[in-house]
């Protein structure tokens, strides 16, 4: 069958064929922001997800002898993002960009996505999954069983991503420290609203604290800023002594925005709002906003 052309430049069937996916379940991870879920999650953490599959379609038939295998692969959706993008720059690495087919970024011609991950059992039409990089709600098509055997090839080349491994196995370039104020306001998010996104933000912070529009790294005017998805953290870098302090955090959102009619669905509003009661001086200029995912 040869394809035909249409104005977006992607293939698509001729005769009038229809290709149609239909997720088989949907991931249930608590990971509302992206940012919450790392791009290559820590298999050491104690974590528990689920993939829950849908009623009505034979899937405990379908999950027969699954529960052996210690792995499965999920095929999945990036269902948060339209469009893509020949070239992307990666969150990983120096800011570059690079031919999508080349990353694993969301922004595909298909927005397909491919993740092995530990299979902890299986109840009912209940999958229970170990560390993921899924957000909560993504649509997953098929499950397979990881095959070792087959499925993992440790000596392959990585291309760019072995001269990335390298860069980030070094000791972290920067000394990251929080200053009183932001602690303060850290340690009030993770006690009243669990919420907790310092670490990971002085993670990549110490390898590089340059601008980068992937890890929402930018300069400001008194400083710069780094997106957590739905809050910021504000820091200053001294490059002379390699040296990075977080000065402040606050919500991705000004309070006009937050308050505004369709915005209930918007992560973490609650805790936001509340935030800007207690720190009012850390509110976004609605001009400058940068929302978090």
């Known amino acids: 069958m040869t394809p035909k052309k249409e104005c977006n430049g992607m293939p698509q069937p001729s005769g009038g064929l229809a290709l149609v996916l239909r997720p088989v379940g949907f991931v249930r991870s608590g990971k509302a922001a992206k940012f919450a879920a790392r791009h290559q999650p820590d298999e050491e953490e104690l974590e528990e997800n689920f993939l829950e599959l849908e009623p009505g379609c034979h899937f405990e038939a379908a999950l027969a002898d699954l529960a052996g295998f210690e792995r499965v692969w999920l095929l999945w959706w990036f269902h948060r993002n339209p469009g893509w993008r020949p070239q992307v720059i990666p969150p990983r690495g120096p800011q570059r960009r690079r031919g999508v087919f080349a990353t694993r970024s969301p922004h595909r011609p298909n927005a397909l996505g491919l993740t092995p991950v530990r299979l902890l059992g299986v109840e009912g039409r209940v999958l229970r999954l170990g560390a993921c990089d899924l957000v909560e709600g993504t649509p997953v098509f098929d499950i397979k069983p990881y095959v070792p055997a087959y499925d993992s090839f440790p000596g392959a080349r990585a291309g760019w991503i072995d001269e990335v491994d390298a860069w ?21 998010l993770r006690t009243g609203w669990g919420v907790d996104f310092l670490g990971r933000a002085a993670e990549l912070l110490g390898r590089d604290p340059s601008p980068h529009r992937t890890r929402r790294i930018r300069r400001t005017e008194t400083g710069f800023e780094i997106g957590c998805g739905a809050w910021r953290a504000l820091f200053r870098v001294d490059g002379a002594a390699a040296r990075v302090e977080i000065t402040g955090i606050g919500p991705a959102y000004p309070r006009r925005f937050l ?15 509340a935030f800007l009661d207690r720190w009012p001086e850390s509110e ?8 978090g995912d």
């Open 168 to 188: 980030e196995s070094a000791p972290p370039a920067f000394t990251v420290r929080v200053s009183a104020y932001a602690e303060e306001q850290a340690a009030w």
């Open 259 to 273: 308050e505004r009619e369709g915005a209930e669905d918007i992560v973490d509003r609650a805790a936001q709002r």
């Open 284 to 291: 976004l200029p609605l001009k400058t906003r940068r929302a």
